[in-house]
């Protein structure tokens, strides 16, 4: 039954790509929330990565609009099904408002769905270029179709008031807004676009800082009155469980996520579960098995080349979905899925269940195309037609022989299936294809279960050796695993200010000298001079996670011990080597202070931070040096000791035998994306820390970063942020003792706080992600890590707790 559907709405067009559509839309989506009003996100086209980005902005899935994947008739429906219960809908755009596919007058635009849901349109237009031919423009824009309602501009990148003022005169519209340019706000891009917020640590205070950037110069109040003239709406809302039916059960369906694979329609994961299926997520980054009980497996879409290596190091995984998928278990693999299956990608390792391997190409394949069933299998039958696109920049080294093919495209054959295992590049809306969730789920119910994960071992509470073990999960949990659409980050450590002009301007030096191979040599010149040493003994690595790897594999140490509570990569890297590594813990009695004692005296390799993570506690540097010996190497991992005033106990002039300090300019200058870290020791352990580095492991932009982190408007800077650190600490540290929270005494951009079991849990119900500490050796669950945030960012924080307490 068609009902009348009354939903204020507008879509966020622009004449072209490139207009600032994605910042306006993002931004109003934030500043509409941060009203107080409940907003629905949606995107126009098959785009996985805006929505994700909506998705923070607004606390809800981002949807998409596609007729050509899902159908003409099903657009107002499923509008009015990603916006139920909320108070407007924003819909984004795609390319320029009346650019479609190719060859059908415009199908699939921006216009087309603005004039099937009967929706007003906004123009986001750039004026950096031009002054009156923006009126031309956007009257051109207006007057081309009759059935597409254009009702405002946002003039977007204004520079000059005298042109501002030009520009206005021309046009015959309302202005909404006029938003300045702020190159800050700019979000970073990869070979298929934009970085997905779910690969950015930053995410969440990139659109924060959106939202009130639009909410500043756009006149929300005149947003929303053009919203409320939107019609009604002649449409009932998409409903999945009229789309498909129950199957008894329950079968666990595991649908992998991550960093790696963040491109999936929310739509296909509510079609599982109305079909009766238990949708379970996991990370192929970490996670060493699949969920407990997997009876099927779903691999979508994302960025496998950019974790290729990550990928291949979780050996445990790949040889489980090799044998379960081999095995018979049903498997639905899109683009990156499949490239997980394959042999190997860009030659590293995958899977191998399909018998051909991958690499990067120079040509990008984009194609929006009408795909045939080649046969019968999982999802399909000969000659079925389904709507998908494509859109990937690897391209397969060879076909994969002994397979049927997946789909006709164009008259190519593409991908591989069977009656359990279904691949290929072309990505495809379920919404539009319900059958496809139908026979997945009938398979999954008939399936067989995979064995789920071993237990965990607990960790030792005692001065003793640790055998490696299978399954180092807890090593490998790291922050940003907390993150997720819409949480507040309280969770990963990097510094949220806007990195600095001259810190932006290297990296983009870097990126334009990046057509040579990397040379380091600079950076270390630099890096000596900072730290008063000479240039051998310095090694730049990418992050210093690469400087743990390379100590682990230095030396074939007898006898290894890694203080705790400490960050936990060092002691996984050691493992990965296979080493045996004693855990020596400070006691919660001493304020996780270091005891030098209690280090065992045979030990060749001692392994501490400073100030800890996630203690935050300051070691004094005379401790540390105490714990030096003849033929012992101290390694002093000072992440974070630019977060502390002065630099205060660090040991990185220190030119003292047997020790070496790491650090990384991550967190203080926000480029954990970049990995740029480095080694200062004595040159012969330096050489033998080079001499296992992988060539040009550190790249150029890299290599720049680290040169400008060094220089001094790098110090002075450093020095301003840690003091406002200090301040902010302060704040966060008084707030919590106001509540009776226990807080351990920290000199770094977090402290850990003893919130109670249970609360960290609470506190994410309520939007806020803290980092979890039991995974920490020597915490446990009534332990949170807490990052040191502005003031009223900590505000948020605390009313958010004081919110769990009144409900507990």
Request: charged share 25%.
């Amino acid at each position: 039954m068609v009902t009348q559907a009354h939903l204020p709405r507008l879509v966020v067009a622009a004449p072209s790509t490139g207009q600032g559509k994605t910042t306006v839309a993002t931004g109003l989506m934030a500043a509409l929330r941060a009203r107080g009003l409940e907003v629905s996100g949606h995107k126009v086209g098959p785009d996985y990565i805006d929505p994700g980005y909506h998705a923070v902005a607004t606390g809800r899935p981002g949807r998409n609009l596609d007729p050509h994947q899902v159908g003409e008739e099903r657009i107002g429906p499923l509008l009015l099904h990603g916006a139920r219960g909320a108070d407007v809908a924003v819909v984004e755009g795609v390319m320029g408002l009346h650019d479609g596919r190719l060859g059908t007058d415009g199908f699939a635009s921006t216009a087309h769905v603005a004039a099937l849901t009967r929706t007003p349109v906004v123009l986001v237009v750039d004026i950096a270029r031009m002054s009156r031919s923006v009126g031309a423009l956007v009257a051109g824009m207006a007057a081309y179709d009759p059935a597409v309602e254009v009702v405002g501009v946002v003039l977007n990148r204004a520079g000059s008031p005298r042109n501002v003022e030009e520009v206005r005169r021309s046009l015959h519209l309302p202005v909404l807004g006029v938003v300045p340019r702020e190159e800050s706000l700019a979000t970073p891009s990869r070979h298929l676009g934009l970085v997905p917020a779910a690969e950015r640590d930053e995410a969440t205070a990139l659109v924060a800082r959106l939202g009130e950037h639009v909410a500043k110069h756009v006149d929300l109040d005149a947003v929303l009155d053009v919203a409320r003239t939107a019609p009604a709406l002649d449409a009932t809302p998409w409903d999945p469980a009229r789309e498909v039916s129950p199957v008894p059960g329950g079968p666990v369906v595991a649908v992998a996520g991550g960093r790696a694979f963040t491109f999936a329609y929310a739509e296909t994961e509510e079609l599982l579960a109305a079909a009766g299926c238990r949708v379970v997520r996991f990370d192929p980054l970490t996670d060493r098995a699949l969920p407990d009980g997997t009876q099927a497996l779903l691999l979508g879409g994302g960025f496998p080349e950019e974790h290729a290596r990550e990928l291949a190091r979780n050996t445990a995984l790949l040889a489980q979905v090799r044998d379960a998928v081999r095995g018979g278990l049903p498997t639905v693999a899109e683009c990156a899925g499949m490239l997980y299956l394959l042999d190997s990608l860009d030659d590293t390792p995958m899977a191998g269940v399909i018998g051909t391997s991958a690499a990067m190409s120079e040509r990008l394949v984009l194609r929006y195309p009408v795909a045939r069933a080649v046969g019968d299998s999982l999802l399909t039958r000969a000659g079925e037609e389904v709507r998908g696109h494509e859109f990937h920049r690897t391209a397969l080294t060879r076909a994969a022989r002994g397979w049927t093919p997946a789909w006709e495209v164009d008259r190519e054959l593409i991908g591989v299936a069977s009656p359990t295992l279904h691949a290929s590049y072309l990505h495809l809306h379920w919404a539009g294809h319900p059958q496809l969730a139908r026979r997945f789920t009938e398979a999954a119910a008939a399936a067989a279960p995979v064995a789920g994960p071993p237990l965990a071992e607990p960790e030792p509470t005692a001065v003793e050796p640790q055998e490696p073990q299978e399954s180092t999960d807890p090593l490998l949990h790291h922050g940003d695993r907390e993150l997720g659409p819409g949480l507040l980050d309280l969770a990963v450590n990097v510094h949220p200010e806007p990195r600095p002009a001259w810190l932006e301007r290297a990296l983009a030096e870097g990126v334009r000298a990046s057509t040579s191979y990397p040379d380091p040599a600079a950076a270390r010149v630099a890096i000596a001079e900072l730290h008063r040493r000479r240039p051998d003994e310095v090694l730049v690595t990418a992050g210093a996670a690469e400087a743990f790897e390379l100590v682990a594999r230095w030396k074939q140490w007898r006898h290894v011990v890694v203080v705790h509570p400490q960050f936990t990569e060092p002691h996984a890297a050691l493992e990965r080597a296979g080493h045996r590594v004693t855990v020596v813990h400070c006691r919660a009695e001493d304020g996780y202070r270091l005891d030098p004692a209690a280090v065992p005296e045979d030990a060749d390799l001692v392994v501490l931070g400073n100030p800890t993570n996630p203690t935050g506690v300051l070691h004094p540097a005379a401790e540390i040096l105490r714990l030096r010996r003849p033929k012992r190497v101290v390694l002093v991992d000072e992440a974070f000791i630019d977060t502390v005033e002065g630099e205060r106990e660090s040991l990185a002039k220190d030119r003292r035998r047997g020790l070496l300090v790491v650090r990384s300019l991550t967190k203080h200058w926000s480029l954990p994306g970049i990995r740029v870290g480095y080694v200062v020791g004595n040159e012969r352990s330096i050489a033998g820390l080079a001499a296992r580095q992988v060539p040009w492991s550190v790249s150029t932009p890299a290599i720049h970063a680290a040169t400008a982190c060094t220089g001094p408007a790098a110090v002075a800077e450093a020095a301003r942020r840690a003091a406002r650190i200090a301040g902010w600490r302060s704040v966060l540290v008084a707030g919590l003792a106001e509540r009776g929270v226990e807080v351990v005494e920290s000199q770094a951009s977090f402290v850990l706080a003893r919130l109670g079991d249970g609360a960290r849990a609470a506190l994410r119900e309520r939007g806020v992600a803290v980092r979890r500490a039991d995974t920490f050796p020597g915490l446990d669950g009534s332990w949170a890590r807490i990052a040191v945030r502005p003031p009223e960012t900590t505000a948020l924080l605390l009313a958010a707790l004081d919110a769990a307490r009144l409900q507990a």
